[in-house]
């Protein structure tokens, strides 16, 4: 089934949930225009349907087969990345001084989503010389900015991000891959990364590589790592390319979906190191590696939106053509007598489910970008700050969600489809596929939990969640006090699903450097989603609302969507409740029930 771009979603999300309308009215954008914005986002779903749609099929058959040295993409990618950089599309977001449009993150958020969505292997490379452009903005040297941002801008060039070796991967501070200083300021970097996406390709003919490597006078065991860019082939002083440099592919992993994307071993040093240049500072590499990967899991979770999106527009195009059975309450139809599955109220859960957690998904994505850049725009500290402990806050809640719920919505999308779902025909298969890699890279989500209850709920001291759940409350009553029956229980199980978040989070802030708040971080980041997703569908709801009074939206199917979400998802709030505070001592002390042998 063909992708179709869900332009008029998008903007309603961006508009309408995630601050982005105010942020326009406020002038963080400058004189940005909403014409423009709209512009974008057809131009971007475009491009998304009638160019990377096709391709993703393809990529998923053909994968990146891999000889003498050379890794080859699938037939026809090579000429869309090639018409997509030429667009301008990676430079959207990027500083103006390096050749960017430097239009707003959320902006670029939206087309990431559809980009994704049409071609999820396809749409990681570009995420990753993104994540670069924006390591090497923040911590570059003025020589490396000069040579190396306008061609990864514009897309000639192509980055990647290593920090992944056999022994290193939630911990990277077990990495062992060297740097050493040599005479003329440049250094020696040997040793071995795994699982490097678009590590080797044909797109481009350099390679960007940003590898994360330990000085000779950095303990083993640290984090006192340092950032280096080491280029496939070393750039001359007039720009041109000059030798290749001592790296090389050692092979393309074989994997469970996205085939498209070549995920490559790299060997560093077979001829005595490879040629890096510092990034940043000596042993402060974490810091550089923060700024990429920020954006990197915001951009994952918008994979998992985008993959949810395509598997709810698929499973409802088969429910509605797929006859089986008679559903109760249907009209006998004259030569029918089974009914489109879509009829059938378990299916129609399924694909209610499927919708309401990709909308709440996409709805924390975006809130989380317009956060990300009120943090880099806004007009003073204060304000910068404050977006940034929210941004912090947001992000892996926003990474580990939305890529959970791809995963969960692609398996939905799977049953709706029964048998046919099983087999690879009708694409539904590919779509669980790809999905399941985005909970595990840029941070696997078990990682990301641990990382919103052990540093992102104390900052500063537990008063911007305080801030946040404020807020959330503030929804809660606006639609309680609409009284509009069309909301259902929608204001009641809000209030529940925030009052469960509330308690949960002060029962962890009182403990978040315990083994009990780790044992709880997976439930808490759910419960967290569940009243973020719950209350930013429910604003969408609210402003459909007001706008089908003025006659100009069709209100119904979003007070549909937050109502079904607020009364058959965020209701597993008290549970998740439970989950981190009772269920944590069940945790920590139940290592006898995993014992080889039970009793
Ligand atoms: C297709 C693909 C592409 C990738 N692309 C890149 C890339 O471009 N660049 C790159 O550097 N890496 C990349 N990765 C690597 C990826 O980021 C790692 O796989 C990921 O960080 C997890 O590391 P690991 O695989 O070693 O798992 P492990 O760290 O061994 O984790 C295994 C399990 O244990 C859990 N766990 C580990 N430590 C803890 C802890 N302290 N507390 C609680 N739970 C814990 C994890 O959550 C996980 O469930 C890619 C991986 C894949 C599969």
């Not at 990676?90 to 994704?116: D, H, K, R, T, V």
């Not at 999820?120 to 570059?140: E, K, N, S, Y």
């Not at 808490?524 to 709801?541: D, S, V």
């Amino acid at each position: 089934m063909t992708y179709r771009a869900p332009i008029a979603d998008i903007a309603f999300s961006l508009k309408h949930a995630s601050g982005f309308a105010s942020a326009l009215a406020e002038g963080l954008y400058g004189d940005l225009a909403e014409d423009l914005v709209d512009g974008v986002l057809a131009e971007a779903g475009r491009f998304a349907t009638d160019v990377l749609a096709p391709l993703n099929r393809i990529g998923d058959r053909y994968g990146t087969p891999f000889r003498d040295g050379i890794v080859t993409t699938p037939p026809g990618w090579k000429e869309a990345y090639r018409d997509w950089a030429a667009a301008g599309w990676n430079g959207l977001a990027a500083p103006a001084q390096w050749g960017g449009q430097e239009l707003p993150q959320a902006l670029n958020a939206g087309c990431i989503e559809m980009w994704n969505s049409a071609c999820m292997a396809f749409g990681i490379g570009p995420v990753l010389t993104m994540a670069a452009v924006d390591a090497l903005a923040h911590h570059g040297s003025d020589a490396l900015k000069r040579i190396y941002l306008p061609k990864l801008v514009s897309g000639e060039w192509m980055g990647t991000m290593e920090l992944t070796e056999p022994q290193a991967g939630s911990d990277v501070s077990a990495l062992r891959t060297k740097a050493e200083l040599v005479g003329d300021g440049t250094y020696r970097v040997t040793g071995q990364k795994i699982f490097v996406n678009f590590g080797e390709h044909d797109f481009t003919d350099n390679i960007i590589h940003l590898v994360l490597a330990r000085l000779p006078d950095s303990p083993p065991g640290t984090l006192d790592v340092s950032l280096f860019l080491v280029p496939k082939f070393l750039v001359n002083t007039d720009g041109s390319l000059g030798r290749r440099n001592d790296v090389r592919v050692h092979s393309v992993e074989h994997k469970l979906g996205i085939h498209g994307s070549p995920t490559c071993t790299m060997f560093y040093g077979d001829q005595g190191g490879a040629t890096g240049f510092l990034v940043g500072k000596e042993n402060r590499g974490m810091a550089c590696i923060f700024t990429m990967m920020n954006w990197a899991r915001l951009a994952v979770g918008l994979q998992g939106v985008a993959i949810a999106e395509r598997a709810t527009q698929q499973a409802l195009a088969y429910a509605r053509e797929r006859r089986q059975g008679r559903a109760s309450h249907a009209p006998a139809e004259p030569g029918l007598g089974s009914s489109p599955i879509i009829d059938h109220p378990d299916v129609k859960r399924m694909l209610l489910t499927m919708r309401a957690l990709t909308h709440a998904a996409r709805a924390i994505c975006y809130a989380t970008a317009v956060t990300i850049d009120r943090a880099n725009r806004g007009v003073d500290a204060t304000i910068r700050r404050a977006a940034h402990e929210r941004a912090s806050l947001l992000t892996p809640v926003a990474k580990a969600f939305a890529t959970d719920i791809g995963s969960e919505v692609a398996s939905l999308g799977l049953q709706v489809h029964g048998g046919m779902g099983y087999v690879e025909e009708t694409g539904a298969a590919q779509h669980y596929r790809d999905a399941r890699v985005a909970p595990i890279y840029e941070g696997t989500n078990g990682i990301q939990a641990i990382d919103l209850v052990t540093r992102k709920l104390p900052l500063s001291g537990g008063t911007a969640v305080g801030i946040y759940i404020a807020e959330l409350r503030h929804t809660v009553e606006a639609v309680k006090a609409t009284n509009d029956p069309a909301f259902g229980w929608t204001g009641v199980r809000l209030q529940e699903v925030v009052e469960s978040l509330e308690r949960a989070t002060q029962w962890l802030l009182a403990r978040w450097q315990d083994n009990a708040a780790l044992a709880g971080a997976g439930p808490y980041l759910r419960l967290f989603a569940a009243a973020t997703g719950g209350a930013l569908l429910a604003e969408e709801a609210l402003a459909a609302a007001r706008l089908a009074g003025d006659g100009r939206t069709a209100a119904p199917a979003r007070i549909a969507i937050a109502r079904f979400f607020a009364e058959n998802i965020a209701v597993q709030a008290r549970g998740l409740e439970h989950a981190v505070i009772e269920g944590a001592d069940g945790v920590i002390g139940a290592d006898a029930a995993l014992a080889d042998k039970l009793s």
